[in-house]
């Protein structure tokens, strides 16, 4: 299990020092790995409430139930911007297309709380029509897969290419990404027949795969491979827009803590659970000069080092 912490230091000579050490430290004794969080200059306004990481947990929690048995391929299709999220967070950079920085930070917290509650709308109306197919399936009809994007299939399906019979059938698949589709293909029904898919054609975009099924399970099968699909894109989306809002609160707490001119450094830790209790330890010692009243306990270390937690599971 890893723990990614955000952490914000002022830019004064004794906190400098302190994280110079603390580089050394963790890198002597493997308690985290440590790389700077940038974060723009932005326009200090009063902060709206925080939002909250609700939406990204339920869109996990639908990768995970849709692909069922291989939930060990959520965080191979848990994007974010079309990389994973741990090289995502590492090299983070602000999108000023999205969230411009000559906006107050009331108005951009504004603007990804709607992106995100429009995210979530529509996952609450594409999870309602995915459990409708899924508990419908005897009622529904097999509908043909007949084209690579518009162009007939008559000239590259064989009749041999096809199984028919009184239990079985064979869809036609149109993939960009062969490796991805032989990873997952058989996890997207209880009821694919394994290793039943081969490529058929290829124009040079994507190709055409086989994949053998029980009949009953059509309409699960295709239902889910629209539904992966729209989860990927979207957990992107709502996974972007919520470190944006981790960055936004960073910034805005470094400003009441440590005051103005803003003046900071955000800096992101990677550690595993097991050592958290002692990197904690690690920043109340080094920080304490930030202030020296503080108390460390488990759950909250105040003044030496401002810290905002999220969990990546791996």
């Known amino acids: 299990m890893t723990d990614l912490w955000l952490i914000s230091v002022p830019l004064d000579k004794t906190s400098l020092t302190s994280v110079e050490k603390l580089k050394r ?15 723009p200059d932005l326009k200090v306004r009063l902060f709206i ?31 974010a911007n079309g990389v994973d999220l741990m090289s995502y967070m590492t090299k ?6 999205k969230y411009p920085t000559a906006l107050p930070l009331s108005s951009l917290a504004d603007i990804i709380n709607k992106e995100v509650s429009q995210v979530e709308t529509e996952l609450k109306s594409q999870a309602a029509a995915y459990n409708s197919v899924k508990t419908s399936l005897q009622s529904l009809e097999r509908k043909q897969d007949g084209n690579l994007q518009t162009r007939s299939l008559n000239d590259i399906v064989r009749k041999e290419d096809l199984v028919v019979s009184e239990y079985l059938t064979t ?23 394994p290793r039943s898919s081969r490529k058929l054609y290829e124009d040079g975009e994507a190709g055409v795969f086989s994949v053998t ?12 491979g629209i539904f992966v699909r729209w989860l990927k894109v979207n957990f992107s989306q709502v996974f972007i827009a919520w470190i944006h809002l981790k960055a936004l609160r960073v910034f805005v ?14 800096l992101l830790l990677q550690t595993d659970r097991k050592r958290s209790k002692k990197l904690r330890e690690e920043l109340a010692s080094l920080f304490m000069h930030l202030d020296p009243t503080a108390t460390a306990s488990k759950t909250d270390v105040r003044g030496q080092a401002d810290l905002h937690c999220f969990k990546c599971h791996s």
């Open 25 to 39: 430290t963790i890198a002597k004794t493997n308690l985290a790995s440590c790389c700077k969080f940038s974060i």
């Open 49 to 79: 409430a925080k939002a909250n990481e609700d939406v990204v947990k339920k869109t996990c929690q639908c990768m995970r139930e849709v692909m069922e048995q291989s939930t060990d391929k959520v965080l191979e299709n848990a994007l």
């Open 92 to 97: 983070f950079q602000w999108d000023k297309a």
């Open 171 to 193: 869809l036609l698949v149109v993939v960009t990404s062969y490796l991805q589709w032989e990873r997952t293909y058989e996890s997207l029904s209880n009821f694919v027949v």
């Open 213 to 224: 099924l029980f009949k009953r399970a059509v309409c699960e099968f295709k239902a889910k």
């Open 253 to 266: 707490e470094s400003v009441l803590r440590y005051g103005l001119p803003v003046n900071y450094q955000a």
